[in-house]
Structures are given as C-alpha cells and as structure tokens.
C-alpha cells in the first residue's frame, strides 16, 4: 500500500470516474486503474463498484476511503510541519474568496505578494462563505478571505481590515442632496440588495433590522453590485456597497456616493482557517501583504461592525 495508490482512489471516489481522476492526478487512466487494482488485492475487497454511472464506493469502499484521507491529510501535515519549522515560504496553496471582496481585494494585494513570495503556487477561488468553510474542513482549500466573525469554533480568524458601508444614490432619487446617508433614511421598498447566498446581503438586512416581507416591488435575483448600480441609475431605488467597490467607479458616479456618519457601518474582512492548519508562514505572509496595502486605503476612525447574520 503506498500515498500513491491512496491518493489514486480517493481521487477516482471524487470523480466518480477513472479518465476524470487520471486527468487530475496527471497519469494515464491504465496507470492509475493499475494502481487502484493493486490496492484493491493487497487489502482483499473491492472498492469500487465498476458497473455503476458514475463509479461508486462499495459499503467497505466507503470506510477504506475515510481512513485513506486521514491518511494522506496526515503525511501533508508532515511536510507543512517540516516546512514551517523551517519558515519556508512555499509550496501549492489554495485560497478561496467570497464574491463581493474578491473584484477589489484581489488586484490591489496579488500582484505583490507573488512578487515577494514567488516560491508560492497559490490556487484561488471565487467562493460563498458557506464552500469556503465546508471545503476548509474537507481540507481542499488552507485558507479563505470572508467576513468574519463566524461563529464557528473550528474555524479561526486573523482580521485584515474593516471596510465601511457606502450608500450609491443617484439623481432623480429624493435622499441624493443629501450630504451624509442615515441608516433610518433606508427603505427595503427602495433599497437593493444582493440574492441570497451572499453574506453582503445579510449585512444590509442586518444592519436595516428588515425582514424579507419588507422587500421591493419586483424580484430580484443578482450576485452583482454592477447590476444594481445600473438598476439604481434607471431610477429604480438605491444601493449600498462596500467601501472599496466604490473606489473602483468612475469619477460621474462617484458623485453619487454617499457616506454614513461615524461610526459607520463596517464589515469585518479576515483570513479565516482551519484550526489544525500547518501552512501557517503562507498564511502570515498574506496578512501581512494584504494588511500593509489595505491600511492606506481606508481611512475610517470610528466605525460599527454589522455581524453577518443569517437571514
């Protein structure tokens, strides 16, 4: 029995199929069934049932395939840990991000930090929080970018910043003379809002204290602030965004930003991973990157974290 064949099988159980998991594990399909084959003689069972679309565990396969991932985690660990005594800065590293930092967060830090580090071959990924945590604990991702805090204890959580709440209201709305946006001065009848799924999207009902019958007149379904800022342009409400998308408008629309009065409504942004992590000189050198880029981009004293609960 060796990693190898461990890795082959647990690869053909994700995939469900024998080409698919030999793409991934860069072997040749009759490689990697040889291998599997061979592990299934040395233990004396089948693992997989081969007639079935896609491939699936047999009841035994199904235990076999817990102990092989244990197995495996462990001997990566062996190498993080040798890594990380060493400080080594280096090596594959998966990172996943929710959709509403990763447009503005991403450009400002990655370009540097490959710069500085480029002994890292970092893998990123555009995720909800929710697979960010459950592929944490899975052990596909080291570590992910989300807003924080969430509550779970298995989870832990390096802050890198805290980004304000803006309000985009554009002409023709009645709240756009104003100089600085209330929270009272919000109307879920007037105020879009991300789909569900997006943690931002609970932020701002959060922070409203609104329920879902309290909602717009018509249905919308958009992960994108693009969508609702054109939306609120046409004159059909208004949005809120976070801080630093706003930085990414243009100068006619910046003219229709509008901030809260301090404290202002803030989302805390961390490094979240989980708890038995090892690659910890990677995950330090991207908060200290990302924190040392981000300290002169937002210039709030006083602000109000908004927990991101769920609605």
Known sequence: ??????????????????????????????????????????????????????????????????QAKKIT???????????????????????????????????????????????????IEELTTQNITRLLEEGHLDAGI??????????????????????????????HSIEQIEIDDLSMTDLLVLEDGHCFRNHVLNLCQLSKTDSNPFDLKSGSFE????LAEEGLGMTLLPFLHGNTLTESKKNNIKYFPEPAPAREVSLIYYKSQLKL????????TISSIIRGAIKFENIKIITPKKI
């Open 227 to 230: 969508t609702l800022i054109n």
């Open 146 to 175: 989300a807003a924080t805090p969430l509550g779970l204890d298995h989870i832990l959580e390096l802050p890198l910043y805290h980004e304000p709440f803006i309000g985009y209201i554009p002409e023709g709305n009645p709240l």
């Open 281 to 288: 000189p990677i995950i330090n050198a991207l908060r200290s």
């Open 1 to 66: 029995m060796t990693l190898t064949q461990l890795n082959y099988m647990t690869a053909v159980a994700e995939f469900g199929n024998f080409t698919l998991a030999a793409e991934k594990c860069f072997v040749t399909q009759p490689t990697l069934s040889m291998q599997v084959q061979k592990l299934e003689e040395e233990l004396g069972v089948k693992i997989f049932n081969r007639s079935t679309k896609p491939i699936l565990l047999t009841d035994i396969g199904e235990k076999i395939l817990v």
């Open 73 to 123: 985690e462990e001997a990566i660990r062996m190498q993080d840990i040798v890594s990380t005594e060493k400080g080594f800065i280096g090596g594959e590293f998966k990172l996943g991000i929710i959709p509403t930092v990763m447009p503005t967060l991403l450009p400002m830090f990655l370009n540097t930090f490959i710069k500085k580090h480029a002994k890292v071959d970092l893998k």
